[in-house]
Each structure stands twice: as structure tokens, then as C-alpha cells.
């Protein structure tokens, strides 16, 4: 049986009503490998990361993970599991795969009920994740989320529903289910080659627009001090026309600038008259990248002091692989 390394993140799974029934961060582990079976947790060692909540997570939290999952694949393991809070999974499981190397798989897991509440999902997910992890064809997929019994690779996962068991889609990217009757793998995930680890760049943010934004929230942010910023347009990565000119003076500023849509699925593309604007002033288009993971491209791209030109030949690179 393979050796495995549970890494407590926090998030609900590990959380606990307070006095008016309101859950929060739990301040020590959560002693999450104890709530598998016998046989299940056979093998598995278990890390705290952190204890709070995952919206309160920041970039240095998140790059304990890496740490941790750098490691474990260093001492040669089996596979990692990370237990994590659902708010910000997609992200922390994205800038995982980002530097993730190995042939080891890296399973972000978790709840959406805690576990003081009737039917909580954590303990069936944390199983199934287990099972994953153990399964011979799990080796090679890179960075995926385990929920409500469907495998979703990092890339594409994002959180569609914010309190029902089934959180995470689309479910037409699930590269696999696990369920009582084993793992069936569907699919193999693209693996762009990964970068070497580095802190990332903080300062990349996010602009989305809705109708009749106007240009003033991109020029703040750029006066603001930005290094990296993604614009999460409409359609096909469109934006008024009024918005373009101050894209145009954030390139100018030396800013690495992106552009996403708000749309789950279809990409982006220089279809329409904004969208092909953007791309002449060398606008980096998401394709099938959220806004919020175009970012975490950005800003490991940035990391280690590196310059927009650099970064934006890298990111380049990474979404053509």
C-alpha cells in the first residue's frame, strides 16, 4: 500500500461552530486522518498547514502547501492529499500544479457541510480522495479536486455552487468518478512543463467589469502600483471600447496585462472589435484560464523579481503547451 501525505489546510472540514453556531477557523489540526477507516489511513502521515478559514488565506499560506507537497514528493510518497477550505481550492490547487513536477498525485479534498453538521460530505470525499490517490492510473494527472465523487483537474475546476455537495465543475472537464466500485479515469490532463518554485508577485489583481463599467478601476489599480493585472471582460474576453484606452496606458506603465472572461466555458479569443484591440496591444488572453487562476499565472510568472517582457513570454509559453 502506498504511503501518503494528508496535508491539513483548514477550511470547513476542519472547522467549529462557535457559541452562536457560526463556524470558524479551528486554531490546532484537526486530526483529519482519524476520521478514515483503519484501513484507509494506513500509511498516511499527516501536516497542518494552516487552521483558519480559506478565505482568510493569503499567498505566503498557500506557498506553505507547495512547500509541503515539494517535500513529500522529495521523500518519495505515494501521493498528497490536501484537505482544504472550498472558497479558495481552485486557486491554492492551481498554483500547486503550477510547480508540481511529479509523477505523484497532488488531491485537493473537503466539505461543504462541517463536521458538526447532519450529512456532513467530509469524511465520504477525504475517502474518496484516498482511494484516488492508491489507484494506479492516478499517476501523472498532476494537481486535481476530488469532490462529490468526481476527479476535476486543477486547470479547469472552479467552484459552481457554494453550499451543495456536488461544489465543484464543470462537470464536463471531470477526468474521472470514484465512487463504492473504484476509480474510472476518463481522461489525462494537459501538464504544461512546471516552473521552478518561487514566491509569488503580490501585487496582481483582478478588474471585473459588468455594463457600462468605465475605465476608472483599471487606472487605480495601475496607480495603485500593480505589476500584473487580469480584466475579466465579457464573452470571448470583450470590454467596452471606453476601457481600452486605459489597458492601452497600463502597457504603457509596464504592466503585464491579461484579459479573462467571466464565462465558464468557451475561452477567450480576438473575435470582436475590444477583444482584437486588447490583443494588438499585447494583452495576454486567459483561453480556458479563469480570471482568478490568470492571475496566479501572473504572478508566479513575476516571481523571483522577473520583469513584464520575461513574464509575459512564460506565461505565453505556458498557456500554448
Known amino acids: 500500500m502506498s504511503s501518503l501525505v494528508l496535508i491539513d489546510a483548514g477550511g470547513t472540514i476542519a472547522s467549529l461552530p462557535d457559541a452562536q453556531g457560526v463556524l470558524v477557523g479551528r486554531a490546532g489540526s484537526a486530526r483529519l486522518r482519524d476520521v478514515l477507516s483503519a484501513d484507509a489511513r494506513e500509511g498516511v502521515v499527516e501536516r497542518q498547514a494552516y487552521a483558519g478559514l480559506s478565505e482568510d488565506m493569503g499567498l505566503a499560506d498557500a506557498m506553505r502547501i507547495v512547500t509541503i507537497v515539494a517535500q513529500a514528493e522529495a521523500e518519495g510518497v505515494g501521493g498528497v492529499l490536501v484537505a482544504h477550505g472550498t472558497d479558495t481550492m481552485e486557486d491554492v490547487a492551481f498554483l500547486v500544479d503550477l510547480f508540481h513536477a511529479g509523477q505523484g498525485p497532488v488531491l485537493f479534498t473537503g466539505a461543504q457541510r462541517a463536521a458538526s453538521a447532519p450529512g456532513c460530505d467530509g469524511p465520504a470525499n477525504l475517502h474518496d480522495a484516498v482511494t484516488v490517490a492508491r489507484d494506479p492510473g492516478a499517476r501523472g494527472i498532476g494537481c486535481a479536486i476530488v469532490f462529490g465523487g468526481r476527479i476535476l483537474p486543477a486547470r479547469s475546476a472552479r467552484k459552481l455552487d457554494s453550499s451543495g455537495p456536488e461544489a465543484f465543475g464543470p462537470h464536463g472537464s471531470a477526468i474521472g468518478r470514484v465512487d463504492d466500485h473504484g476509480v474510472r479515469f476518463t481522461a489525462t490532463p494537459r501538464r504544461p512543463a512546471p516552473f521552478a518554485i518561487v514566491d509569488p508577485e503580490p501585487r496582481v489583481e483582478i478588474a471585473a467589469l ?112
Open 210 to 321: 459588468g455594463l457600462g463599467s468605465g475605465p476608472a478601476l483599471v487606472d487605480a489599480l495601475v496607480a495603485g502600483g500593480v505589476r500584473g493585472l487580469v480584466v475579466e471582460g465579457f464573452g470571448r474576453g470583450n470590454v467596452p471600447m471606453d476601457v481600452v484606452p486605459a489597458i492601452e496606458r497600463a502597457r504603457a506603465a509596464g504592466v503585464l496585462v491579461g484579459i479573462a472572461t467571466s464565462c465558464i466555458g468557451g475561452g477567450t479569443a480576438p473575435t470582436y472589435q475590444s477583444g482584437a484591440r486588447l490583443a494588438a496591444l499585447g494583452a495576454v488572453g486567459a483561453e480556458d484560464l479563469s480570471a482568478r487562476k490568470l492571475r496566479l499565472l501572473f504572478a508566479v510568472a513575476l516571481g523571483g523579481g522577473r520583469d513584464a517582457a520575461t513574464a509575459e513570454r512564460l506565461a505565453r509559453e505556458w498557456l500554448a503547451a
